[in-house]
C-alpha cells in the first residue's frame, strides 16, 4: 500500500518543520480521593492527582463517552495522561463499556500517558502507552 500524498492527507500549517503545533488546553483536573472520571476530565487530555492516599479513578460509561464524543467514529482516538504528585497512588479502573490493556497503576510521583480508542458502539479501549 503506497502512503498516500497530496490529496490523501491533512497538512497542518505551512509544512515548516520548525513550526511549533498550538492547541487550546483546559485546566487540568486535580483529584484528592477515589472518583468517577468525567468526560471533561478526558476530553482535558490531562489529570493530576495530588493526594498521599492510593484510590481508584473510575472511566465513564462507553456509553457516556459515545454520547458525550459524539463526531467519534470506530477507530478514534485521543489520549489523556494521569500525573500523580505525591505519594499516593491512582489506579484507572474499567468503566462499562471499556476493555483495559495494560498496567493502570501510576506510582506515587510519576505519570501515565494513556490512549483511549473507540473499537465500537458503546465500546472503547484505554491503552498503557507509556
Known sequence: MAIP???GGYQVGDGNANEIL???SAIPTAYTAGVTLTTLDLAG???VYTSSSTAN????TAALTDADFSS???GSSFDISLIATSTGVPTITVGTG???VGNMVVTETT?????ARKTGDGSWTLYRVS
Open 45 to 47: 487530555g490531562l489529570v
Open 22 to 24: 498550538f492547541a487550546p
Open 72 to 74: 467519534a467514529r470506530v
Open 5 to 7: 500524498n497530496g490529496a
Open 98 to 100: 471499556w476493555t483495559l
Open 57 to 60: 479513578l473510575v472511566l465513564p
Open 111 to 115: 505519570s501515565g500517558h494513556f490512549r
